[in-house]
């Protein structure tokens, strides 16, 4: 029959302590991890790739306030590109879209925000802590246990060989229950963090790659330099075509405004020179008539 009086040991204690604690710790990290991700993945839902440029401010400072992923926001938001439209082989580009010269799981992924938040190291480390308490404590108990045999009397030999082998009950129980609790730590983690870590994680990710293309730098500097050669080639047009614009402006201007005020100058001179003429003509007459009422 079992004796559960067994786990009454300080040392099956401990460990037992020590899984009890850990395993806490790793679940309550887990639950916030689960929910910050959660809570970003529907934040990110509720945006399209449409209207992001214009609701990117709202977007930014609600990821920057986050203490969960403000750090590693800020690095990616230095990454993105707010396209203008730039045209490539005559065709526009979407003017509307945000584009990453980073992919985005460079800054979001489980190192960054799963396994930081979570130090994984020190949980990776636990099951194997577990194990090897088991063994220590054995054997540190088994030697106790030799220590205090004593062959001096018949009495004290079978006394002693007693005790000997109630330790070594106790020390096979610390064995047990060090390699059994290490064993369920690994399941239960692995099961915790594919669960409510690794699968949010990816949810997270696809949500935020529906948002931002991702173009690379040489890729961007490509079509840099094909907008370059467009630009130029309609620079270059505009500047042959100017100055027949020029004339087709300035004889233009002529035809509406100076020729019709030249003519209107030169109708106005006549006219002067007409009536010029008419006095002249009137007061040569006056002249001669009243030169000969004076006779």
Known sequence: MFDFKLFLNPVILAILVLFIGVLGYFIAKVK??????????????????????????????????????????????????????????????DASAIQCTIDASYFFNEETLVNSKLNYKFISAVPTILTGLGPLFTFLHISIAFSKVNFA??????????????SMKIAAMISVVAVGTSILFMIVERILYKNMCKTPLNAFQLELNKLFDSITSEKFLVELLKESKIQNNALNQAFQTLPVQIKAAFDKSLKESLVPYLDNLIFSVNKLQENIKKQDSKGLLDDLFGNNDEE
């Open 32 to 93: 916030y991890i689960n929910k910050s991700l959660v809570s970003l993945t529907k934040v990110l839902h509720s945006f399209k790739k449409g209207n992001i440029v214009y609701r990117f401010k709202e977007l930014d400072d609600i990821f920057s306030n986050n203490p969960f992923i403000s750090n590693y926001w800020v690095e990616f938001k230095n990454t993105l590109v707010f396209n203008e439209g730039i045209s490539i082989n005559g065709a526009k580009t």
């Open 153 to 166: 009397t018949q009495e004290a030999t079978i006394a002693s060989v007693s005790s000997l082998l109630a």
